[in-house]
């Protein structure tokens, strides 16, 4: 029987290589301790989208009128999708393009590892830190501004499926557009762009009852406007729902819209996911 060796941060894996599920987990344990090690990262990460909040918030703090809710509160869900959305779209399409233009990713390539583990790895970097972003949102939520947590279990699990459909779905938009930088160094502005894009016409920093319905409807074709539609679901009371496009949550269509951009994010990293930079071939 042959022996195999792969080296992986700082440990050496010898004998039978463990599977694409293991490895996946141990990738995932290096990305986080190696998120964690960048301590400008991980401050910029966690702060922006509070410190946005604080700002939004504080300039616009009036009642919203005929939705029982101030518009501190209103703010509070569609940062945390926000937040959930730059975590995974954003951290990885950047992080990806440059491990790519660094050529990390061809060297994880020659190595036994199962591709599987490579992308496992990501996904358990993107749920620690969304997990987190949400958590200190909530905080800050709760503390600062009166929103009110679910009291019922039915709300806590629109929740979960929300931000694990959200979050798996912006995951996969995130490796897909990581190949389409020429370089790692034009990575930030090219994912950063349409993201900032989406934010003003999702709901995430004007009222979507302010925003045209050409512009809203085309944030409905992402994911980031339903997210931010469910989690004002999740948060907010039902008076609220006046201020929809369609005067309502629409859990079941967020459901679809989410799941649906699931599988297409699959089949577009599928498609369009490379191991080298153009240059190299």
Known sequence: MTTTAVRMGSETFSGRLPGAWELGLRRGALEIKQFFRQRDQVVFTFAFPV????????????DVKGAGITASQLYVPAMMAAGIMSTS??????????ERDERVLRRLRGTPMPPAAYFLGKIWLVLVTGLLETAILLVVGTTLYDVDLPSGIGKWADFAWIFVLGLTACALLGIAISSLPKSGKSATSVVVLPFLVLQFISGVYIAIDTIPDW??????????????????????????????????WEFGRIALVLGAWCVGGLLLCLLTFRWKNRRDG
């Open 51 to 62: 410190v946005f909040l604080f700002l939004f918030a504080s300039i616009f703090s009036d």
């Open 215 to 248: 512009m809203l409807n085309i944030g409905a074709l992402f994911p980031l406007k339903w997210m931010c539609q469910g989690l004002r679901g999740v948060f907010l009371p039902d008076s609220a729902k006046v201020l929809e496009q369609a005067g309502g």
């Open 89 to 98: 779209f954003q951290s990885l399409g950047i992080s990806i393009a440059i």
